[in-house]
Every structure is written in structure tokens, then in C-alpha cells.
């Protein structure tokens, strides 16, 4: 049973331009959740998803930011318009379809760089 | 507002020692709490879970214990070992289905 699924590795944007993170939850999971860990900060909750529902977006930035768990194939973390300060490892997590325990499993993370 | 506390923030120790590390919490409202590992630029391992209900739980050398009442669990890691450097995340959860609330980590160096 392959883990959780993210891609890419390492991302590299420009000021001003978009970020596509990806990922992929371990099969059987159908609960995502994305953290965002910056630069000598603690993992902060960003957004639950489950398939093609927002559940709770309580830790996203209100601008610039949109998550989405389509029916099929990965959840997108998008950020627009990126600014130094979006400069972190991204990280999603997966849980299974009944989360009654809610022990979630991490991904390798992406690690997005703003120039 | 959840926040978790983790003592010490740094801890370094010869190969060998036993050792504890500490996580606090400010709300006992949670619904399970759980450690992990992370290695320099890597993901995150969990170690274990522990639900509310729960005291204890123990996997190989590791033993977490959980004071919901007092707001408090610790690590304990047995032996240690250089393998076992990393830095160490306490996260606890409110519900069934909710977002994770990290400590900032105990950054482990075992001496060879």
C-alpha cells in the first residue's frame, strides 16, 4: 500500500506567478488535509477536505488560496500570485474513510521557493 | 484556542540513555493525541497514537503516556540510539475529523 502521494518534490516560482501542489492520499482514504510549515515555525492546519467537499478551511489565508478534492485524481493546493512570505514545505496528510481514530499519514511534503 | 507546548526544544544526550520529552496542551478537549518523527527535509513518520480514552501506548523502544485531565503527555525512548536523532512532534486534535495543532518540536541529537 503505497503512502501518501505528493508532488512535486521542490518547486521553484517567480514572484507574481502560480503554485500547483499536488497529492495523491494512501488508497482507502478519502479525508485530506493540507499544513503549511514555514521557516522556524510550527506545522499549521490549513485546510480538511474530503472528496469534492471543503470541510473546514478555518487555517487558510483568505486570499490567493483555494484547495480542491475532485472526484478523481489528486487534491490542488493553489496558491496565486505568490509572494516571498508563500516560501515553506507543504505538507498533506491522509486519513481513512472513517476517521474514527483520525490517525493521519503524512506525505514527503513539497518544498515551494519563491524568488 | 489550542496551543501545544514542547519541553525542551532542543536536547542532545550520549547513545544509550533513556530519555523523556514533554508535550502540553492548554485545552484537554481533545480527541487523540499523536507523536512523530521528521527528519531534515523530510516528511513526517507518526509514532503513535494515543485516543482520549487512553493512558498509554508502546511500540518497540518508544512509550507515550496522556494526562488529558493535567493537559500532558510525554515520550519515552528507551536505549537510545543515533538512528533515533530527529526532531520529535507532539500533535493533538479536537474531533474525530479535525485538523492536527503542533507543538514546534524537540530537536533530538543522540551521540554516537
Known amino acids: 500500500n503505497a503512502g501518501v502521494m505528493q508532488n512535486p518534490r521542490h518547486l521553484v516560482r517567480r514572484r507574481g506567478q502560480e503554485a500547483r501542489l499536488r497529492c495523491s492520499p494512501m488508497?482507502?482514504?478519502?479525508?485530506v488535509y493540507w499544513y503549511r510549515q514555514l521557516p522556524e515555525e510550527g506545522l499549521k492546519f490549513m485546510v480538511y477536505?474530503?472528496?469534492?467537499?471543503?470541510?473546514?478551511e478555518s487555517g487558510m489565508p483568505k486570499e490567493r488560496f483555494s484547495a480542491e478534492f475532485p472526484k478523481e485524481g489528486p487534491s490542488i493546493l493553489r496558491i496565486q500570485q505568490v509572494v516571498r512570505g508563500d516560501s515553506a514545505a507543504y505538507f498533506c496528510?491522509?486519513?481513512?474513510?472513517?476517521?474514527?481514530?483520525?490517525?493521519?499519514?503524512f506525505g514527503p511534503g513539497t518544498r515551494l521557493t519563491v524568488l | 484556542k489550542q496551543e501545544v507546548t514542547q519541553i525542551p526544544a532542543a536536547l542532545s544526550v550520549p547513545e544509550g540513555e533513556n530519555l523523556v520529552l514533554n508535550c502540553s496542551f492548554t485545552?484537554?478537549?481533545?480527541?487523540?493525541l499523536q507523536w512523530f518523527r521528521q527528519d531534515p527535509g523530510k516528511g513526517l513518520t507518526s509514532l503513535l497514537l494515543?485516543?482520549?480514552?487512553?493512558r498509554e501506548q508502546t511500540s518497540g523502544r518508544l512509550n507515550a503516556s496522556l494526562d488529558k485531565s493535567s493537559g500532558r503527555s510525554t515520550l519515552y525512548i528507551a536505549a537510545s540510539q543515533p538512528g533515533d536523532s530527529a526532531t520529535y512532534l507532539c500533535?493533538?486534535?479536537?474531533?474525530?475529523?479535525?485538523?492536527?495543532?503542533f507543538g514546534k518540536g524537540t530537536h533530538l541529537i543522540i551521540q554516537p
Open positions: 496528510a491522509s486519513s481513512p474513510t472513517q476517521p474514527s481514530y483520525n490517525e493521519q499519514f
Open positions: 488508497k482507502g482514504h478519502s479525508h
Open positions: 477536505l474530503q472528496k469534492e467537499n471543503i470541510i473546514d
Open positions: 485545552d484537554s478537549a481533545i480527541y487523540n
Open positions: 494515543i485516543q482520549s480514552s487512553q
Open positions: 500533535a493533538v486534535v479536537r474531533g474525530g475529523a479535525d485538523g492536527l495543532t
